[in-house]
């Protein structure tokens, strides 16, 4: 599985962003980081200030497109690792707190399809996608970093940190909650499938460092919401 290399640097919060936007696109993935580590070495400077730039990225930024070009592409690959998280983030509720029989990402995909035609709406106001094939073309191309957008959004519904303090001072939290939601993913293996595998592969996901310790979600707080959304589901049957 490839590793997210951590160096105990400021620059470990861009990379990882960077990786949990673009998981399979080594060229937008340097870019991204490239570009968030130029916006955090120039916050706050006036424009007389001189700072240090390693070559590398001044390369990667005269070669990139434009941020009229990359904003757009960035977004719709935050919606899709945000849509990855949430399924992995469901199943996991099922799963480990609710208990709920036969936990899967079909159920978890019927739930966020629900959630939608409901009327929940991302930050900018859009509404999110209902199509069946659009959420598990999510699933499928932000599975591998699931667990990391899974970490941002756990801390929406069990908080452990303030939402702007997640990349600060909740680091080492986040860390340890996206280890924890790796660990499910790569070993529950839903009871229904004709193919036993787990709904993570871990030969795909992006691990992380040995010395980052699992965290396990332990609550009393029942996800009433999921619930409610499950509880008109129906298995798809055999042919």
């Known amino acids: 599985m490839p590793e997210i290399a951590l160096h105990q640097t400021p620059d470990d919060r861009g990379w990882v962003k960077a990786i949990m ?10 870019y991204a980081f490239a570009r968030m580590t130029a916006e955090a070495e120039v916050h706050g400077l006036d424009d007389a200030a001189s700072i240090t730039v390693r070559a590398k990225m001044i ?24 849509i990855a998280g949430d399924i992995l983030v469901m199943v996991y509720l099922m799963a480990e707190i609710a208990k709920v029989p036969k936990p899967s990402v079909n ?3 019927h739930a966020y399809i629900k959630m939608s035609k409901a009327g929940r709406k991302w930050g900018d106001g859009r509404p ?6 659009t959420i598990r073309t999510a699933w499928s191309t932000h599975k591998s970093v699931a667990h990391l957008w899974g970490a941002f959004r756990v801390n929406e519904w069990y908080p452990f940190t303030e939402r702007e303090d997640v990349f600060g001072s909740g ?5 340890g909650v ?22 993570l592969d871990k030969a795909q996901c992006w ?12 609550t009393d707080h029942m996800p009433a919401w999921l619930l409610e959304l ?4 129906k298995a798809p049957q055999p042919m």
């Open 59 to 82: 390369r990667l930024l005269l070669d990139a497109p434009s941020f009229k070009e990359f904003q757009p592409i960035k977004t719709q690959a935050a919606q899709a690792g945000l």
């Open 128 to 133: 999110l996608p209902y199509s069946e094939s």
């Open 178 to 199: 996206a280890a924890g939601l790796l660990n499910f993913g790569c070993n529950f293996i839903p009871k229904q499938l004709k193919q036993p595998v787990p709904i």
């Open 171 to 175: 680091w080492d939290d986040f860390l």
């Open 207 to 218: 691990s992380l460092p040995a010395n980052i310790l699992p965290r396990r979600l332990v």
């Open 21 to 30: 936007f673009f998981p399979n696109d080594e060229g937008l993935r340097e």
């Open 230 to 233: 499950i509880k008109d589901y």
């Open 107 to 109: 159920k978890a995909v």
